[in-house]
């Protein structure tokens, strides 16, 4: 903290917008607020600390943060480069539940705290994940392609015994991780009347539905199984070949968490040998989805979207907030609730 007025960059893009981070800023503390609206994409998924050669993104910001001690955005390169060239900046905040576009071994050794925004799209991903999960049990996209936009009645198929999907009451759901978006995930599909099963080795308490000590038992009993670890060497892989052989037949996979949680591989052979009746992703091991990536083809039995889960307008809200409540514990000397430097 310094004397004086605060200067601060809120460097926003076209979802945390530059506004929402001013507006916020301005009911949680008193500070001179300079705005700037970053490109979009960003790289939104990907570590800077390797970035090597400059961007247009990083020269903005440069020019932005003259003398400037604060700094939140939300997918701005917070580079090696960028660090150095702003000897002034004395705090980092950035608006999603990791700062992985910060250069955090750059930011300690100049002294540049880094604070980030955990659990503002806890909400929003978990909604989408029972979206998802209830258009790939009805078949609700490829019903509506047939319909308005090849204008045939022949979705009226799956008004068939053998075509019709599943519906949620009594059905067997295993939740694979039981945090933000588990638990959420878990009260939701309690209430429409599923069986719903959990398997989190690290949550310790009650839970929504069964709890399973084993995964291998949670994917023999599940007729859908819905990913909601976080990626770590230890989960990355969690899902292959042999954890899918053990899903009974006709099952359906969701994932709307980290697409290298899932082995995309493994997972269209069982949907192209019938082993799976269907999946939905909204997270892939390579963003963007190759156009090669053999999920394509798949279309009539995969619900693909393009990592929408966390976007709604109160996660872009909640974050600003996120932010804008660490900034003015800095400003205050007060503790910074999520730091990481």
Same mark, same amino acid.
């Given at each position: 903290?310094?004397?004086?007025?605060?200067?601060?960059?809120?460097?926003? $893009?076209?979802?945390?917008?530059?506004?929402? &981070?001013?507006?916020?800023?301005?009911?949680? @503390?008193?500070?001179?607020?300079?705005?700037?609206?970053?490109?979009?994409?960003?790289?939104?998924?990907?570590?800077?600390?390797?970035?090597?050669?400059?961007?247009?993104?990083?020269?903005?910001?440069?020019?932005?943060?003259?003398?400037?001690?604060? %700094?939140?955005? *939300?997918?701005?390169?917070?580079?090696?480069?960028?660090?150095?060239?702003?000897?002034?900046?004395?705090?980092?905040?950035?608006?999603?539940?990791?700062?992985?576009?910060?250069?955090?071994?750059?930011?300690?050794?100049?002294?540049?705290?880094?604070?980030?925004?955990?659990?503002?799209?806890?909400?929003?991903?978990?909604?989408?994940?029972?979206?998802?999960?209830?258009?790939?049990?009805?078949? &609700?996209? !490829?019903?509506?392609?047939?319909?308005?936009? *090849?204008?045939?009645?022949?979705?009226? @198929?799956?008004?068939?015994?053998?075509?019709?999907?599943?519906?949620?009451?009594?059905?067997?759901? =295993?939740?694979?991780?039981?945090?933000?978006?588990?638990?959420?995930?878990?009260?939701? %599909?309690?209430?429409?009347?599923?069986?719903?099963?959990?398997?989190?080795?690290?949550?310790? =308490?009650?839970?929504? =539905?069964?709890?399973?000590?084993?995964?291998?038992?949670?994917?023999?009993?599940?007729?859908?199984?819905?990913?909601?670890?976080?990626?770590?060497?230890?989960?990355?892989?969690?899902?292959?070949?042999?954890?899918?052989?053990?899903?009974?037949?006709?099952?359906?996979?969701?994932?709307?968490?980290?697409?290298? %949680?899932?082995?995309? $591989?493994?997972?269209?052979?069982?949907?192209? !040998?019938?082993?799976?009746?269907?999946?939905?992703?909204?997270?892939?091991?390579?963003?963007?989805?190759?156009?090669?990536?053999?999920?394509?083809?798949?279309?009539?039995?995969?619900?693909?979207?393009?990592?929408?889960?966390?976007?709604?307008?109160?996660?872009? !809200?909640?974050?600003?907030?996120?932010?804008?409540?660490?900034?003015?514990?800095?400003?205050?000397?007060?503790?910074?609730?999520?730091?990481?430097?």
């Amino acid at each position: 903290m310094t004397n004086g007025a605060v200067r601060v960059v809120a460097a926003g $893009d076209h979802f945390v917008l530059p506004s929402l &981070i001013t507006r916020a800023l301005a009911e949680e @503390t008193d500070v001179e607020t300079r705005e700037l609206t970053l490109g979009w994409p960003l790289e939104p998924f990907g570590p800077v600390a390797e970035v090597s050669e400059a961007s247009d993104a990083e020269e903005e910001l440069i020019g932005a943060l003259d003398g400037a001690q604060v %700094l939140v955005t *939300q997918m701005g390169p917070v580079t090696e480069r960028v660090l150095e060239a702003c000897p002034a900046l004395r705090l980092v905040v950035v608006c999603r539940g990791g700062p992985v576009n910060v250069n955090l071994d750059a930011a300690r050794r100049n002294g540049v705290r880094v604070c980030f925004a955990p659990g503002r799209n806890a909400a929003a991903t978990a909604e989408f994940t029972v979206g998802l999960l209830l258009a790939a049990l009805r078949r &609700i996209p !490829q019903a509506h392609d047939l319909l308005a936009r *090849q204008g045939s009645w022949a979705g009226a @198929t799956y008004y068939t015994y053998e075509h019709s999907g599943l519906e949620l009451e009594d059905l067997p759901v =295993g939740l694979v991780g039981y945090g933000a978006v588990g638990s959420r995930v878990a009260r939701v %599909l309690c209430a429409f009347g599923a069986r719903v099963m959990v398997y989190d080795p690290y949550v310790r =308490g009650e839970v929504h =539905g069964l709890r399973l000590t084993s995964l291998d038992d949670l994917l023999r009993r599940s007729a859908v199984i819905s990913l909601h670890a976080r990626l770590t060497e230890e989960t990355r892989g969690l899902i292959g070949a042999r954890e899918l052989a053990l899903l009974p037949p006709g099952a359906v996979v969701v994932n709307a968490a980290r697409g290298p %949680l899932l082995d995309e $591989d493994a997972l269209c052979d069982a949907l192209g !040998q019938g082993r799976l009746s269907a999946a939905a992703l909204d997270t892939y091991a390579r963003e963007p989805l190759p156009p090669d990536s053999r999920l394509r083809p798949l279309a009539g039995r995969v619900v693909l979207t393009p990592h929408l889960g966390g976007a709604s307008r109160a996660v872009a !809200q909640k974050a600003a907030r996120i932010a804008a409540a660490e900034v003015g514990r800095w400003v205050r000397g007060e503790p910074l609730a999520h730091c990481l430097t």
